[in-house]
Antibody, heavy 120, light 107 residues
Framework: EVQLVESGGGLVKPGGSLRLSCVAS????????MSWVRQAPGKGLEWASY????????YYGDSVKGRFTISRDNAKNSLFLEMNSLRAEDSAVYYC?????????????WGQGTLVTVSS | DIQMTQSPSSVSASVGDRVTITCRAS??????LAWYQQKPGQAPKLLIY???RLQNGVPLRFSGSESGTDFTLTISGLLPEDFAVYYC?????????FGQGTRVEIK
């Protein structure tokens, strides 16, 4: 059974940093691209960042570019999101999502999310 | 960036109804469109990818189609478990973008 379990969320002050983690199981992690998708409270979905299976390629949404860094450790079946210079508008549930094998931008499995709250 | 505009923003329907949700792309996306369902307190669930391909395990009452830059999700014969929010997403080019969502409510 495919499982994605996020952790690392919490309350952080504006300008602060946070590192999110996602541990994968039930599939060959190194064969799939991964993404982070976020959802502000009561709002819609926003794709934040993508990383290819080998870490060769990564892309970011405009709202997080230059502040967030995506990475992965295939030996540990883990995905990460380093978030710096956090702003109130970064407050959201952050989901780790697996890229579909035929279409990496389509997300066929999602974690349950970890909540990030940026507030003073 | 490609803008995805969903309509309607909400729809009230009864069990057994046929419901249609539309998503319009601001430019051509070559069929690279997915649909997700999200229930309260849950992560989104993939329903359809590449416009019309049904994800494994998704019931056949869900279908997707395309007409130019307009994409449609149809639920034929609404069941109680289908009341949720539905999102479209283009995966043609970065940044991947979602529609604003359509809430399907019980009439």
């Amino acid at each position: 059974e495919v499982q994605l379990v996020e952790s690392g969320g919490g309350l952080v002050k504006p300008g602060g940093s946070l590192r999110l983690s996602c541990v994968a199981s039930g599939f060959t992690f190194r064969s799939y691209s991964m993404s982070w998708v976020r959802q502000a409270p009561g709002k819609g979905l926003e794709w934040a960042s993508y990383i290819s299976s080998s870490s060769r390629y990564n892309y970011y949404g405009d709202s997080v570019k230059g502040r967030f860094t995506i990475s992965r450790d295939n030996a540990k079946n883990s995905l990460f999101l380093e978030m710096n210079s956090l702003r109130a508008e970064d407050s959201a549930v952050y989901y780790c999502a697996r890229g579909h094998f035929d279409s990496s931008g389509t997300f066929d499995f999602w974690g349950q999310g970890t909540l990030v709250t940026v507030s003073s | 960036d490609i803008q995805m505009t969903q309509s309607p923003s909400s729809v009230s329907a009864s069990v057994g109804d046929r419901v249609t949700i539309t998503c319009r792309a601001s430019q051509g996306i070559s069929g690279w469109l997915a649909w997700y369902q999200q229930k309260p307190g849950q992560a989104p669930k993939l329903l359809i990818y590449e416009t019309s391909r049904l994800q494994n395990g998704v019931p056949l009452r869900f279908s997707g189609s395309e007409s130019g830059t307009d994409f449609t999700l149809t639920i034929s014969g609404l069941l109680p478990e289908d009341f949720a929010v539905y999102y479209c997403q283009q995966v043609n080019s970065f940044p991947w973008t979602f529609g604003q969502g359509t809430r399907v409510e019980i009439k």
